[in-house]
């Protein structure tokens, strides 16, 4: 979502502070975007109320579970992986029980249980505060399974522990659900029509973060610009509302400057905008207000205006250029990342030197970047044949990859003997000596320990850089600290 998470964490079992009067361990999986991530740890808070700890060590668990992605093939394949090794477990440990949470239980439903007979438990996205009765069906020895997906449900009531948290960087959802129905994409289908949270739960979760000392939140959804709070219910119903619930709504604009007035220590960042719903407005109020990250993920999946109708994207390469400029106009200096995707069904050689265009117009500073592939009960499947052979989408995807590679660099080099303002948030992978944090561009800087700490924010003049990373020396504390 996307904030994509990082590789390295893809898999990473989480853990809690665990409560003593817990006798049950969990140990929880997550694969996929940012959303997972934040469900899991809503999942665990809820479970943490239901007896769960938390454990790294699947051996010893009571109960995994894996929360999972249907994006693509390969993210599925990666996950049956995994079952097969939690069934050898099981084999050993034979009290364990295993559930699928997430986009690959909402779409395979019941096949999990009734053909496959490899878990006991399956949980679609919007099912989790019924997981408490799910499991005492399992402690029984029947199978369970609830994949209903809601209207209204947002969790906005759950107060997420922090599993994967470094204690200064958080997700915060703020809606769920795509309405967009993009024809590639099983998120729709998986993760059903979008709601919004209300703003005060948002609000309220902020300030939590605040107090126990987190410095940096970002505000999560398929497509942040489109939130829409009105009192509750589908965003595609806001016509019937009433006149006050119109008058009173909130929409991103309002949340994101209330957040960034509120919280003026914190730095803000939000995923992902959708080119379609984002305007000029929102833009203003990232310029406006210091704490909120210059980034933009800006998703375009292709430079072709052909390929773009096709994929039922609902702007054309030349409003994303015009949306492209305004950003770079109003917020001099804003990062701009991408996700694309090679290979769509009919995408010819012209089409994909459209994509190598756009991407040499706009230059990138980073991108997530994907070979297509078909995903079942999608527009795109149902309609058209996945006919790009496999090589040629990985030789385009090489050929994307290439160009951002080199693009990555130039927006690096930019950085080159400027002074950034860094939120450290742990000891750099390749040096002790060294912290790594992020500039708001959202681009990773290292730079040697001295006496700062993890969680301060300090001002970091940059001698060097790689294609993804910025190095320096620290010259000072900033203002945010
Ligand atoms: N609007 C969402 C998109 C979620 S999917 C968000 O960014 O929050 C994340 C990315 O996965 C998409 O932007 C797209 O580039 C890629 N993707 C989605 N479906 C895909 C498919 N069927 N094949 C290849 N890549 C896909
Ligand atoms: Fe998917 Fe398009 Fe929504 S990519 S998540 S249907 S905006």
Redesign the pocket.
């Known amino acids: ?2 904030k994509i998470i990082e590789e390295s964490k893809q898999g990473e079992s989480l853990v809690l502070e665990n409560k003593p009067e817990n006798n049950k361990k969990l140990y929880i999986e997550s694969y996929g ?1 940012a959303m997972n991530f934040s469900d899991s740890e809503i999942v665990a808070s809820i479970l943490s109320s239901n007896g769960y700890n938390t454990t790294q060590v699947l051996e010893e668990a009571d109960l995994v579970l894996v929360n999972t992605c249907s ?2 093939d390969k993210a599925e394949q990666t996950i049956r992986k995994r079952l097969e090794k939690y069934n050898a477990v099981k084999r050993i440990n034979s009290k364990m029980k295993v559930g699928v949470l997430g986009c690959m239980a909402e779409r395979l439903k019941s096949q999990f249980l009734e053909q496959e007979k490899i878990v006991d438990l399956v949980v679609g996205p919007d099912a989790y505060k019924d997981l408490p009765n799910l499991l005492s069906e399992v402690e029984e020895g029947r199978d369970a399974i609830n994949v209903i997906l809601s209207k209204e449900e947002t969790y906005g009531d759950i107060s997420p522990v922090r599993l994967m948290s470094n204690g200064i960087t958080a997700l915060v959802s703020i809606t769920r659900g ?1 309405d967009n129905m993009c024809t ?2 099983v ?1 729709p289908f998986t993760r059903g029509r979008e709601r919004s949270r209300e703003p005060q739960s948002i609000m309220a979760e902020i300030q939590d973060l605040y107090e126990k000392g987190f410095k940096e939140v970002t505000l999560l959804g ?2 942040v610009d489109s939130y829409l709070w009105y009192g509750g219910g589908l965003k595609k119903d806001f016509d019937k509302a009433s006149e006050i619930q119109k008058a009173t709504a909130v929409n991103f604009d309002h949340l994101l400057e209330m957040v960034a007035q509120t919280f003026p220590k914190m730095r803000i960042r939000f995923s ?1 905008s ?1 080119p379609q719903d984002m305007h000029e407005s929102v833009l203003h109020i990232i310029a406006k207000y210091p704490n909120i990250c210059k980034h933009i993920h800006l ?1 375009v ?1 292709s430079g072709s205006d052909r390929i773009l109708k096709e994929m039922n994207r609902l702007h054309t390469r030349e409003e994303y250029m015009t949306l492209v400029d305004k950003i770079k106009t109003i917020i001099p200096g804003c990062a701009i990342t991408q ?3 090679t290979g769509f069904p009919t995408e010819t050689e012209e089409d994909h030197k459209d994509t190598l265009s756009l991407m040499e117009y706009v230059k990138y500073n980073f991108g997530y970047m ?1 070979a ?2 078909e ?1 079942p009960g999608t527009l795109a499947e149902r309609k058209m044949e996945d006919d790009v052979p496999e090589e040629t989408k990985l030789r385009r995807l090489q050929e994307i990859v290439d160009l951002q590679q080199q693009h990555s660099l130039i927006s690096c080099q930019e950085f080159i003997g400027e002074t950034v303002e860094v939120l450290i948030d742990k000891i750099s992978k390749k040096s002790a000596a060294e912290f790594s944090g992020r500039n708001s561009q959202n681009m990773t800087v290292v730079f040697p320990k001295e006496n700062y700490k993890i969680g301060e924010f300090v001002n970091v003049k940059i001698t060097s850089c790689t294609s993804g990373t910025l190095k320096g020396e620290a010259v000072g504390y900033s203002e945010m600290n």
């Open positions: 979502m996307e975007c994006i693509r795509c590639f994409c998120v398929q497509n992902t959708n998703p999946q996700d694309m995707i994907f297509y592939s995903r």
